[in-house]
């Protein structure tokens, strides 16, 4: 309870009474006053919705009404009627002496943490923009780590999507993966973007029913994975929710439930333009933020656009002109649900592989080429030669990457999204390799670099990728990443926004900072599901690229005393310029997205200035 000490004086109580109502600032908080029924009220004079000017509302039968969106509010407790509109702060009044007196700084009811974590709640029920950026904004201001909020999210959106798995928690996946390479200001904004999306996704979704596991722990792993495996080949999603959920309850460890999954997601190529694999690759990552423990809730989620996905072999652009499928069934051993040939080729590489393969000189110039058979050709012979699923994912990564950095602005918008999946899916394989040593990955990789032969006409002709040292290296990197921004803000800056950042590495800049320079340019935008996932791959790209590169140093100098690299310097220069294809990929593939209507962002600082106090509305 407020002690008279904390009161300060507001108005004569016959002025309040005559007017009804008044506007005065107390301790710097501007507070509207309420005569109503012959009680005194007193609240925050700023709607919690968007600022308006309380003072200037409707008050009747004990409801305050704002003028501009209609928000109501109980007069007493400053609850909502309206749920998007949040509730509004009161204040306890006293009378004395004639005088109203106010207490602008009441204890709260929750402290903030608890506050913003009951709203954020609502946000996601309700799906309201606002009470979500608010939310968001408020946990990371009371210092509450982001993967908590991140955790929320992430159990509604499994909860509460039927269809399960799906674009916007593959949103909140991507971002929470690049939020430390963000200033500080805009990880409160990739945490709204996250969690708005997953709102979104699950409005108007009937909830998600889970099918329980067995009441046993004595299935074998490999029954329980052919168990698996089989009921996605049939479309049975319940039971292969049940072997799943068995899987995760019986202990199995992450990499033995990744192979699960990615076995039954490579079993045919390219499932749903390499959404389904990247989906499961993106569900690990949000369990490695947020804890294991909400394993079998996230990886059900899976299970519906698995069992569902559209199968690529029974599109004509695998099987015409050239039968693509075919290929693969010839590489695997059979047809393409089974790997015999390549559990053979790999047994072959010894037990060195991965680690003494190094690329052909030729390889990349490959998997770019027009002639399929080669393509598969080069990469049986890599895993015959000790090559890793990780060695060779890395490699289809990169050449996926370079369609990117290449595509031809001739091409049709659209096509833009045809070399994006083909790039994420690549770097879906390459991120799931890295997690399990599954045989079944090389089918990923097979899969992916046809994918990259498939989108070959979009680089015909290819644009061109600055190479290391094309331009001047005086200019302050600061003014680069500045001029890169504005490309956003003018359409049709694709190719500009690529030599900016090829110019930024040439001129010694941070690609920190140039990474802090990407993702503000994309959290501002009403940026869509395939831009932010573009931009995470891109980063997750780059971050590996240097430790391959000093993989490939190691081997270019055994390979130089072998005397296969002649040309030292030239192999160190397509180092250089490998590291730079996915920041220059993802740099163009923003540009030909922006500018949008930047509504989010208009979202996003009306909350932050409410969350601060400011007055949005003169008064």
Known sequence: MATADEFQAAVPLDDLRETTRELVTVDGTAIALFYHEDEIRAVDNRCPHMGFPLSEGSVEDGILTCHWHHARFELSCGDTFDPWADDVRTYPTEIRD??????????????????????????????????????????????????????????????????GWGPGLTILGCLANVIDDLD???????????????????????????????????????????????????????????????????????????????????????LSTG??????????????????????????????PLATADRSDERSSWRQPVDLVALLEDAYGGDVTVTSRLEALASEGGEGAGRDWSPPAEFQDTLLSDDPEAVVDALATAVDNGASTEDLAAEVAHAAATRVAQFGTANEFGDWNTVHHTFTYANAVHQSARRTDAVELYRGVFDAALSVYLDRFLNTPPAPVPAPGDNETGRDPAAIREELLATFDVEGEVNEAGRLVAEHFDCGGDPDELKRTLGHGLLREDAGFHTLQNLEAAFRQFDLADERAEQAVTRDGRASERGDRADESAAAIDLERRRRVPLIATARYLAAHFPTRRQAEQTFSIAARLNRGETIHDE
């Open 98 to 163: 004639g005088t109203v007196y106010v207490n602008p700084n009441p204890p709260r009811e929750l402290p903030p943490d608890e506050h913003w974590a009951n709203r954020l709640e609502t946000g996601l029920e309700e799906n309201l923009r606002l009470v979500v950026a608010k939310s968001t904004i408020g946990l990371l201001d009371a210092g509450v780590d982001y993967r908590e909020p991140m955790a929320t999210a992430l159990e509604f959106g499994t909860r509460y999507r039927d269809s």
């Open 184 to 270: 500080p200001a805009d990880r409160k904004r990739a945490l709204y973007t996250g969690v708005r999306h997953v709102a979104d996704d699950c409005a108007d979704q009937p909830p998600n029913f889970d099918q329980p596991s067995f009441s046993t722990d004595e299935v074998a792993f490999d029954r329980l994975k052919a168990w698996f495996r089989n009921c996605i080949e049939v479309r049975d999603a319940d039971g292969a929710e049940r072997c799943l959920r068995t899987a995760v309850a019986t202990g199995r460890s992450e990499s033995e439930v990744a192979e699960l999954l990615f076995a039954a997601a490579t079993d045919h190529p390219y």
């Open 275 to 304: 959404h389904v694999l990247d989906f499961a690759n993106t569900a690990f990552e949000s369990l490695e933020h947020v804890g294991w423990e909400h394993a079998g809730e996230t990886l059900a989620s899976l299970i519906e």
